[in-house]
């Protein structure tokens, strides 16, 4: 008997000892990653007779796995590969499959003191200096959407608000006993673009962005933060003797202040740019010169409340950006409307074979018409969509006041949430009068479920978005354009995670406006008269099935389409019947 | 704490007031864009009675109240020759648009009553105006040019396949494209592709233009009577600075050709009827030999020593029979004011 036990403790000790070494042979390399599947069919509208030469139906749909590999050859370090696999519906025996490295990293700390990663960097700063705005349209979006939303989002490495770069970050911080708290530091070196050529004998320069912030925890009650960044190109790694130079300056001060029920914060953000263009390298021996050098200002001064029970805050500011103001890292769109991209889907119509003008379903369901590169150009806006800030907070010729509130009843029974802001221009556009802009967004959601005491979610929403530009003055500059967008959306759970939703949308915009054409040193070149009376529409009924938080199933059918009065454009009228499953591994 | 937001507020202020801007406004007015279409000042022409040949150009002057897309329109009333000159602008600047006498195409201007005629975009304003050539321009501005004017030009070298038929190697005074004289060259040589040549000797140790900046134009008549769809010009240009243009006596044409020389080449083909004059830029043109490693490329006018017009048509005898539709078929490719332009073509169109 005492034999065998020691046998049996011998094997149990012998096996753990296995299984340790195993373990720790797993935590070298672990995976994980996301994966889905997408079918689409698209059809146009049976009422459609104008267009005969577009397919009626097509269908597309893919399987993707994006597998994650995290490797620890060191405690302190870890290298992560993102490898893509993609199989096109349609593709067989390895036809339509692709693989993809599709992000690379290498993460680590030195002495447990210095943070570094090398490779694909996701990268925010202040709103005014590094910082990816959300597209249009996208605020107070539903579940309904929320589908489109992640893809769009994760396939162009929209997250938090950060641009995805290629470079070099390090961040570093210190604690002290008196006069700081704490002293953070973050740098960075990346490269937005790389040479290229352009012709058969001219190479684009690298386009280089470096910053680095400084975040000083002075006591309690105040943090002052510095950014500063700089695009610039290198003249020497091409042939253009053309460099751009764009360094953002900012600085912002908090005051902070709280009780066992509220919390209060005062803020002040300001700093300025610089941008010019360097021509080196001139013929005749000529020295160096600048051009085109322009430099602005902006200030924000923002009071925020927020209610420690999470059931109400507020935000109330002012914000003046200078015309003159240029941060590409903070002013780059996420849609380019002067890239020439046109809408996946139905890209020409009518027998015509017209361009399709891109509506608020392409918006929100072409992930293909969003842009990855940072521009050192402010970019081309459609002001039906934004025009009141298309370029976000950063919005150069903006002054005025805004207000930010949120309201939700103790018992969720109501949310609400406000958006507002009265803007003008500092300097008119081709004219002495100035722009005045109004933006009222808000959204009501009522858990009725919650008023009905129900174990099952049945919810109301409703949101409405309008912006008004007006510009007085003579009748030939005069700007008077309004544009509205309604949504209402049911979600009613009738099995458990499984939901039935509906959802009307309905944008307007009716008025006239004149778009800025800009020069590749970003000078006014001409004012183009666009008048505008159209009116988009998307119904969608559809299923969708909660498997577990960030695991879904959605099957969903859209009506969608546009309807111009006035325009040189014809209407038209298109379906989709939408099926995603989405898993986060 | 209302100490500090009143710090925060000064602060602010003081950050406004200077950075106010003192521009009125970006950009260019809208009103000078989208305004009512007036003619502020009326066309002015500088000079009613051009002497073109003598260098005078002709100096337009306008304003308006808004830019537009203007088109001034120039037509011979007897040749019915043409000139548009485009822009979009508020003003019409004498210093800037100006005509030299010359049409955009064929036929040139002679010495004739001209109808101007000023045009707007999207405007039903029309100005009308005339003037008199006093003299045509003359196209004798150029780095080179030979007019045939005075037979052919000194040095210069005629081969062609003697036993062909109807052979015409010499100029004539029938229909010149200018001035009274031109080099009539054509003939029927069924079994071969060439059927002759002319080779002149440049000099252009003086030009300092590269072969992007640098045009050959040359004046080309054929007509489509019993045409020969396969007749071509073939241009040679030679820089080559070893062997004389003329050191073999015993041939009628230049040594300076071969197949392991720096020469280029542009082959014409010549299928319309009457005159054309055909523009190319230098460095269009293409490597003979592009392949020969012996061979240093390096083109640049400054180097031409030599041009040879080939006139050349597809063999359609039983023996050759390439293109056995145009047998017996008479070759016309003649030519005249050959003429080197820099910067642009004879035209001002390139």
């Known amino acids: 008997m005492k034999r065998n036990l020691r046998l049996l403790f011998i094997v149990f000790v012998a096996l753990g000892i296995v299984n340790s070494s195993i373990a720790q042979t797993y935590e070298k390399i672990w995976f994980d990653g996301f994966a889905r599947s997408y079918f689409a069919r698209d059809a146009i509208d049976k009422n459609v007779k104008d267009d005969t030469l577009s397919p009626k139906n097509a269908s597309n749909g893919y399987n993707l796995l994006d597998l994650n590999t995290h490797v620890n050859p060191i405690d302190d370090i870890e290298i992560f590969a993102q490898i893509r696999i993609k199989n096109s519906f349609g593709g067989f025996f390895g036809s339509g499959t692709e693989i993809d490295s599709r992000q690379l990293r290498v993460n680590g700390t030195i002495n447990n003191k210095v943070r570094f990663s090398v490779g694909d960097l996701f990268l925010k700063q202040s709103r005014f200096t590094l910082f990816n705005y959300d597209e249009e349209l996208s605020e107070f979006e539903n579940d309904m959407f929320k589908p489109y939303r992640d893809i769009i989002h994760y396939e162009n490495f929209y997250t938090e608000n950060r641009w995805r770069l290629q470079g070099i970050q390090t961040n570093f911080s210190f604690g002290f006993d008196r006069y700081i708290k704490n002293l953070a530091f973050d740098f960075f070196v990346t490269r937005p673009r790389g040479s290229r050529q352009i012709s058969i004998d001219n190479y684009s320069s690298d386009l280089l962005l470096s910053g680095g912030s400084m975040v000083a925890e002075l006591n309690n009650h105040f943090t002052l933060k510095n950014d500063y960044i700089n695009l610039f190109e290198v003249p020497s790694s091409g042939n253009q003797n053309v460099s751009v130079r764009n360094p953002v300056y900012q600085m912002t001060l908090s005051h902070y202040s709280e009780n066992n029920e509220h919390y209060i914060e005062q803020k002040l953000e300001a700093g300025f740019s610089k941008r010019h263009w360097l021509h080196s390298e001139l013929e005749n021996g000529n020295v160096d010169s600048i051009s085109n050098k322009t430099h602005g200002l902006f200030l924000e001064l923002e009071n925020s409340y927020f209610k420690k029970d999470s059931t109400f805050d507020f935000s109330i500011g002012y914000r003046y950006v200078d015309p003159d103001f240029r941060s590409a890292g903070a002013q780059t769109r996420r849609l380019d409307y002067g890239a020439g991209n046109i809408n996946s889907n139905y890209p020409l119509y009518t027998n015509m074979q017209m361009v399709r003008p891109t509506s608020i379903f392409d918006l929100i369901a072409d992930d293909r018409l969003y842009n990855q590169d940072l521009s050192s150009n402010l970019m081309t806006f459609n002001p039906i969509y934004s025009n009141v800030f298309p370029f976000g907070d950063a919005t150069p010729n903006r002054n005025g006041i805004y207000f930010i509130g949120r309201y939700a009843h103790k018992s969720k029974i109501i949310l609400g949430k406000l958006n507002t802001g009265f803007f003008s221009e500092l300097i008119g556009q081709g004219t002495p009068d100035k722009r005045r802009f109004t933006l009222i967004r808000a959204s009501l959601k009522l858990n009725i479920h919650h008023f009905l005491k129900l174990n099952k979610e049945l919810s109301f929403s409703l949101a409405s978005e309008n912006e008004f530009t007006k510009r007085s003055g003579n009748s030939v500059s005069s700007i008077d354009l309004k544009s509205n967008q309604i949504r209402l959306s049911i979600n009613a759970e009738f099995a458990k995670r499984f939901f039935i939703q509906a959802n009307y949308r309905q944008f307007d915009v009716k008025g006239n406006e004149f778009l800025t054409e800009r020069n590749n040193f970003g000078e006014i070149t001409y004012f183009s008269l666009s008048d505008y009376n159209q009116k988009d529409n998307i119904l969608s009924i559809g299923i969708l099935n909660k498997i577990r938080k960030n695991i879904y199933a959605n099957i969903q059918y859209n009506w969608w389409g546009m309807e111009f009065t006035g325009q040189p454009f014809s209407d038209y009228k298109y379906n989709r019947l939408l099926f995603i499953l989405s898993l986060k591994l | ?350």
Not at chain 2, 72 to 79: A, D, P, R
Not at chain 2, 283 to 310: G, H, L, Q, T, Y
Not at chain 2, 332 to 340: E, L, P
Request: hydrophobic share 40%.
């Open chain 2, 1 to 350: 704490m209302n100490m500090k937001l009143y710090n925060f507020f000064l602060i602010g202020l003081v950050f406004f007031f200077f950075t106010c801007s003192e521009n009125e406004f970006e950009g260019m007015p809208i009103e000078n864009l989208y305004g009512e279409f007036k003619i502020l000042q009326p066309l002015k022409i500088n000079n009613g009675n051009p002497n073109f040949s003598k260098n005078e150009i002709v100096r337009f002057h306008c304003e308006f109240s808004i830019p537009v897309e203007y088109k001034i329109t120039i037509e011979g009333m007897s040749t019915k020759a043409k000139r548009e000159i485009n822009g979009f602008s508020n003003l019409l600047d004498s210093n800037l648009i100006t005509w030299d006498g010359s049409p955009l195409k064929l036929p040139f201007f002679i010495d004739e009553f001209c109808a101007i005629e000023l045009t707007f975009k999207d405007q039903i304003d029309t100005i009308r105006d005339t003037l008199k050539i006093l003299s045509a321009k003359m196209y004798e501005d150029g780095i080179w040019y030979e007019d045939f004017e005075d037979g052919l030009p000194e040095g210069a070298l005629v081969a062609y396949n003697k036993d062909g038929g109807e052979l015409t190697f010499a100029t004539a005074n029938d229909v010149p494209l200018l001035g009274n004289s031109y080099f009539k060259m054509g003939g029927k040589v069924n079994w071969d592709w060439n059927i002759g040549k002319i080779d002149f000797e440049l000099d252009f140790k003086n030009v300092n233009e590269s072969a992007d900046n640098f045009f050959l134009n040359i004046g080309i008549l054929s007509d489509l009577e019993d045409f020969h769809s396969g007749q071509f010009i073939n241009i040679l240009i030679s820089e080559e600075t070893q062997i004389p243009f003329n050191g073999i006596l015993t041939n009628d044409a230049s040594d300076i050709f071969e197949s392991d020389m720096e020469v280029y080449k542009m082959k014409v083909p010549v299928d319309w009827n009457g005159w054309a004059i055909k523009s190319f830029r230098y460095s269009d043109f293409e490597a003979v030999s592009p392949n020969n490693p012996a061979i240093d490329f390096n083109m640049n006018p400054k180097d031409i020593r030599a041009i040879r017009i080939s006139c050349q048509a597809c063999p359609s005898s039983p023996g050759n029979p390439i293109c056995p539709e145009n047998f017996g078929k008479i070759v016309r490719t003649d030519i005249d004011h050959i003429m080197f332009t820099k910067n642009t073509d004879i035209f001002k169109s390139k």
